[in-house]
């Protein structure tokens, strides 16, 4: 084997990803056997194919800030209680994380959004922008994702600690599709965004709150 890591962390190439389903899960990630959630290579913007890629089996992430455009999870969903992480390694202008509907022109989310210099940021309720909590700069952490659809309720997790809670059930329908976002804005001469996501085909780096799950079609 040539440049293959099975250490533990955003480095480690041993994934679960299998057809047959079997397991429990009980927040740990990388233990139940199923199709697990990527980034989806063909989700970007239109015309904006320079501006996103993925690439190490589409967890790993970067947002160009030469234009504008966006990458949705493989898997959505409109009920249960699902987690997942993204080690942002490098945030810089235009940079949005969260989750959101898969359409761009009616835009339902709860998205992270970066200012120009990347130091500060906000949760932010989309399409209307309105703010949720101000939570500063991210670069460096690990960032968790626990979004329960049942309840139309989302945390936000700074490297294992919460940070807020939010009830979006007066702005969501119910019925359309949730899936994770990764998006860079227009504009600046700032370097580029960068990340790694964790579905939970690997071990989290922090457990998954208490009845959320990997985002994996075993547990939808």
Do not use: H, M
Not at 176 to 200: I, K, R
């Amino acid at each position: 084997p040539n440049n293959l890591s099975v250490t533990a962390g955003s480095g480690n190439d041993s994934l679960v990803d299998t057809p047959t389903s079997y397991g429990t899960d009980t927040g740990v990630g990388g233990e139940v056997r199923g199709n697990y959630c990527t980034f989806n290579p063909i989700s970007e913007e239109e015309s904006a194919s320079d501006r996103v890629t993925v690439s190490n089996g589409n967890l790993d992430w970067v947002g160009k800030t030469s234009g504008t455009g966006y990458s949705y999870g493989t898997i959505g969903f409109t009920s249960g209680k699902f987690y997942y992480e993204y080690l942002l390694t490098s945030q810089k202008g235009g940079l949005t994380l969260g989750f959101s509907q898969q359409n761009a022109s009616s835009n339902f989310g709860v998205a992270y959004a970066s200012n120009a210099a990347g130091t500060n940021g906000e949760f932010y309720l989309l399409p209307s922008y309105t703010l949720i909590q101000s939570v500063g700069g991210l670069e460096g952490s690990i960032l968790g994702f626990a979004i329960d659809a049942t309840n139309k309720s989302f945390k936000f997790y700074k490297d294992g600690v919460l940070q807020f809670t939010y009830s979006f059930s007066a702005s969501w329908n119910g019925t359309s599709f949730l899936f994770p976002l990764a998006a860079v804005a227009a504009g600046g001469s700032y370097p580029d965004s960068t990340l790694s996501a964790n579905f939970g085909q690997r071990a989290f780096a922090y457990t998954a709150p208490s009845g959320f799950k990997a985002l994996c079609d075993t547990n939808l």
